[in-house]
């Protein structure tokens, strides 16, 4: 049943609600119990790097003789180092690798400059109203960092090629109190667009008219995610050499859906003056990483064609289940003015936008049904869709029979959802 | 040679001066380089815990049936809570288990405080002058923690039995203003003091007359570090429940010292109001801890009994170490008028106080002569010893030989500044 609401009569609709109702009460009979709500890896995937445990068969030495069990270092194992630089396409000396979480480091980057400032400029809390700015929808703990920190939001829209940049050109041009901004440049979460050639080289540029403390959290969680063809993108770092702009910029990385997700490995790269900034606030909270997980990290991708083999793994086991979202999608409204989606090369997650207004009730309507979707609204800062459409699907973590079944339902939802809307506005 | 200055003429210490000096030159000749700096395990003690890796053997489930590779969990695993139970003698549900550190965790109980106050009360960032009671000597990095922050420290003197009382209630009840205190509760870094009862019972008892926000952090770092007899360290919980002041304290503990140094466990101890306040400031920078490494952990020591059976072969190695030590002091000092010392029956320092104005110049000697010692002034807050007389001697990491050779030096460079010193005031 093809569903066009803006052509669709009140009669057409009532019938469209009635005979959607009652398919609605005889899933909800069912008593499902599905769950798409976090970007988590699914235990086939995990079971990709179970040899981890053991892998260092007595051996606890790094190949730089370092004894990994004792205490130190604090950028982290050169080699775990090394193996940031290749996932992020930078040098070495501009990496630390960490513990298991990217989150950590960001949340400490953004403390740094929050209490102390970055390379000498000034500690953001002396700002009158410092605030970040937040391509939406986006990455829900990013926002909560700032909203913990009472650091301000200010949205700026996603398009296909990343933030809308004359929006954020004008915004950073007409207020020297943006003093951040939050970017998940490959597949991003949860629209899976990867910003492209312009986007990435306007972002570069700036650090030339921002203030001098405003920083770039340029999460490349999804670095090496690709799911069928390469997707390349642009260097930051490159951008920023060309624009003198290189402090302006902090990256981020992390093993942790490569390998275990609760036990991976972590990396941040930056000019030296960032990461001397960061150091400084770090070691005074922590001696130093795990080095015994790191050297684990290195014994199981020596090279990076290994990592590389080890992604294609993943791919395998994911393309499957983003197909089966895509399909689904686009059986139901491929023909419908319902919605509209991104179809991502890469990632964890399927960004679907209902109508204006239904994304609650889509939510509600699903978890009624037993299908658990993360919270509307969750994708914006302090937790407010100001059109309330957006939904985010993560198929990632359900055996694919699951996702399947969980996607009836949402779609199902969707339509439901969307025509009552429409009764009600009519 | 016994050599005591009080009594000693002019001439008696000229002639030691040269005696000493001559002894210093010929070590000098031998180019050492030796390390008395950080309390290290040595490889012999991390050995002990090398079974670690590869114990999972596959399995990576909890007892509690949770798949550890995955994201979640920021209290960790019920078993790892378990544990640092067993260690603090507190009951498990008033335990979090984190990461690698409990510095970090401490930094984060210090930052919750100070950003957004504990348990409802005023943050310290608030306020005009907040400010720490230091026992001293003391650990740099509890200091180190403060000084970052802005956050004020008082010098409170180490008695043998625990920081000086009758100094800390005075503070307390004159400044409202002191709203944190550092304790090493057990074999006490770096002077190797236990509290006794008296101590722990008037700790307790802060919490009726200070200012509500105040916190003290129990640094448990030595819980179960004895090294021959058992040394009982009185409950600080006991302690606050018989007060009424449970929220006023906040305990750490961690298998740094057990198992891998930098690849251990770690642990937070307090009431559930304190534990709701430090997991809201720490859910915006991790989605959880290292699940798995804490799994390795609890299958290393499954019984408490095993643990303390583990505990006691790092006494082993550890004994001859500190016997070592305390054998060249008695011996170099046990007759004269050159220092003190306590004797410590477990932890990792031993501290000794040289006549006043010596410390800087003694650690400049052994440098000289080839033997690194943690800089003089380290164990203060601001690194400012007012006596200049502290020095804290590592003895767990360099072979017995080379701790031998180490305290010969140490033993000569003391002697020698202190025979200056004394021929400069006269």
Known sequence: MTVRIDSATRNQLQEWEKELETQYQRICQHELNLDLTRG???AEQLHLSDRLDGILNGDYRSPDGIDTRNYGGLDGLPCSRALGADILQVPTEEVMAGGN???????????????FGFAGTKPWREMAAPKFLCPVPGYDRHFTICEQLGIGMVNVPMTATGPDMDTVEKLVREDQEIIGMWCVPKFSNPTG????QDTVTRLAQLGQVANPGFRIFWDNAYAIHDLDQHVN???????????????????????????????????????SANLDSLKKQMQAMTIGPDKVNQLRH?????????????????????KPKFECVLKHLENAFGDSDL???????????????????????????????????????????????????????????????????????????????SVREQLQKA
């Open 193 to 196: 667009v990867t910003y492209n």
């Open 233 to 271: 993108l642009p260097s930051i770092r490159s951008a920023t050499i060309e624009n003198d702009t290189t402090d302006s910029v902090i990256q981020f990385a992390s093993t942790s859906k490569v390998t275990h997700a609760g036990a991976g490995i972590a990396f941040v790269s930056a000019s």
């Open 298 to 318: 290195s014994r199981l991708f020596p090279e990076f064609t290994l990592l590389k083999e080890h992604m294609q793994q993943h791919a395998e086991i994911l």
């Open 40 to 42: 988590k890896p699914s």
């Open 339 to 417: 919605g509209s989606w991104e179809k991502p090369h890469g990632g964890y997650f399927i960004s679907f936008d209902t109508r204006p207004g239904c994304a609650t009730e889509v939510v509600r309507l699903a978890a009624e049904a037993g299908v658990k979707l993360t919270p509307a609204g969750a994708t914006f800062p302090y937790g407010k869709d100001p059109e309330n459409r957006n939904i985010r699907i993560a198929p990632s973590f359900p055996p694919l029979e699951e996702l399947d079944t969980a996607m009836s339902v949402l779609v199902l939802c969707i339509k439901l959802a």
């Open 101 to 115: 979480s990217s989150l950590t480091l960001m949340y400490h980057a953004v403390l740094t400059g929050y209490l």
